[in-house]
């Protein structure tokens, strides 16, 4: 099975309406993990979402002096299973959610999800 | 997913150079460079190798080893990349780093050893990340699946094909910064200059055009039309073709631009101009 890794970066659920306020990454494509411009940001490099000429990122914070413990964490979650069905949240900053026929209801408060405890926020950042 | 970091402490691992974990799928090849350094070489991180990837260069991380063991090295960096599934698939490759980081005070400072999966590891030399530019090709002219646009005194568009028009007019390129690697523009003249009419194309942000852009133009069908090269050279950010009854500006004249790298100056121009009615006119087209 394929795994996806999911990021979304807006605090309201009715602003994700675009591919830099969500996105779902195939695994196989991410290039590389690594630190960027500073000790408490972490990139995930991937293919071109749309196979352009360079490729995309999302930038996550994270905890000081935790790096490459994030990194783990985040490769530990690509090969993990079986018991999964390969959708991987890694990092959701949605506080609030929107509509009222949806699932969860107009303007519940909900709380953010990261995969590590040492994830603080994302944002989706394409080149 | 194979982990390097070059940095002995924790409080500099703050960019790609410093640390990066990379996909063993990525992996091109491994060899001796000297004979105590053995790279490993990647397919780029940053540039989509899916695109020309005959012009992408290739991502590198030299590790030192001991003299005599770079044989060794490659043995035990193929054996633990296939070491699954008694594994996570994080695999330390190496890690300089000897000095913890924190906020909290007391797991700062913190003395560890490095870490390298063959005791003839020795440090990374270096992480070698080109970054997220294009080794531009110039565009093909009717990819964009549009009928061109008419250029006229604004700002083009990237990703758009646009025709010409015979009056004068000033015409300028966007900031290559506000856009990325890869976005090109194309103008085809199917429309000659008229007589005197100047055609410029401003770089109005970025304060120069690519170093080494051309302008080439034709030979033509008078024995006096030699052709012409012009490259462009620091603070050249406009082209000018001027129309001219016997000269420059006609019928199939092109400009090709597409933005190397996404940042200042990034704009690369290939410029082609053909002749019209006699040609005996002498090319004036450049950069200036």
């Not at chain 1, 960027?36 to 996550?60: G, P």
């Not at chain 2, 091109?28 to 695109?51: A, E, L, W, Y």
């Not at chain 2, 420059?248 to 082609?272: I, S």
Request: glycine share 6%; proline share 3%; charged share 15%.
């Amino acid at each position: 099975m394929d795994k996806y890794f999911y990021f979304r970066d807006v605090a309201d659920e009715i602003d994700d309406d675009d591919a830099s306020a969500s996105v779902v990454v195939p695994v196989k494509n991410i290039t590389a993990i690594a630190p960027h411009n500073s000790i408490t940001t972490l990139n995930v490099w991937f293919k071109n979402l749309k196979n352009e000429a360079v490729n995309d990122y999302v930038t996550l914070t994270v905890t000081r002096g935790k790096m490459k413990e994030v990194m783990a964490e985040l490769v530990s979650a690509m090969n993990s299973g079986p018991h999964s069905d390969g959708f991987v949240v890694v990092a959701d900053n949605v506080a609030t959610t929107t509509g009222s026929t949806s699932i969860q209801g107009d303007d519940v408060a909900v709380s953010t999800s990261y995969i590590s405890n040492d994830i603080t926020s994302v944002s989706v950042v394409t080149s | 997913m194979l982990f390097f970091r070059s940095v002995a402490n924790d409080d500099a691992t703050d960019g790609i150079d410093d640390a990066v974990c990379l996909p063993a799928s990525s992996l091109r090849s491994v060899s001796p460079t000297s004979d105590t350094v053995v790279t490993m070489f990647f397919d780029s991180v940053k540039r989509n190798t899916d695109i020309h990837s005959d012009s992408v260069l290739m991502d590198s991380v030299a590790l030192t080893v001991t003299q005599g063991d770079t044989f060794e090295v490659c043995n035990e960096l193929v054996r633990i990349i296939n070491s699954r599934p008694h594994s996570d698939g994080f695999i330390v490759i190496a890690d300089d780093m000897t000095t913890t980081d924190s906020a909290t005070a007391a797991l700062a400072n913190l003395v560890v050893p490095a870490k390298y999966a063959h005791p003839s590891i020795t440090g990374v030399a270096t992480i070698t990340i080109g970054a997220a530019t294009y080794n531009g090709r110039f565009p093909d002219f009717g990819i964009g699946n549009a009928e061109p646009t008419d250029i006229s005194a604004t700002e083009l568009t990237v990703n758009t094909h646009y025709q010409s028009i015979a009056a004068a007019t000033a015409v300028t390129i966007p900031s290559a910064a506000a856009g990325k690697a890869g976005d090109w523009i194309t103008v085809v003249y199917d429309v000659a200059a008229g007589n005197t009419n100047a055609h410029t194309y401003t770089t109005t942000t970025d304060t120069a055009y690519a170093l080494g852009s051309t302008i080439r133009t034709n030979r033509g069908s008078h024995a006096d039309r030699i052709p012409l090269l012009d490259i462009s050279e620091a603070a050249d950010n406009v082209i000018t073709i001027t129309g001219a009854t016997n000269g420059d500006g006609g019928l199939g004249t092109y400009l090709k631009f597409v933005n190397l790298t996404g940042a200042a100056q990034g704009w690369a121009a290939e410029v082609y101009v053909t002749d019209q009615g006699s040609g005996v006119t002498a090319a004036t087209a450049a950069f200036s």
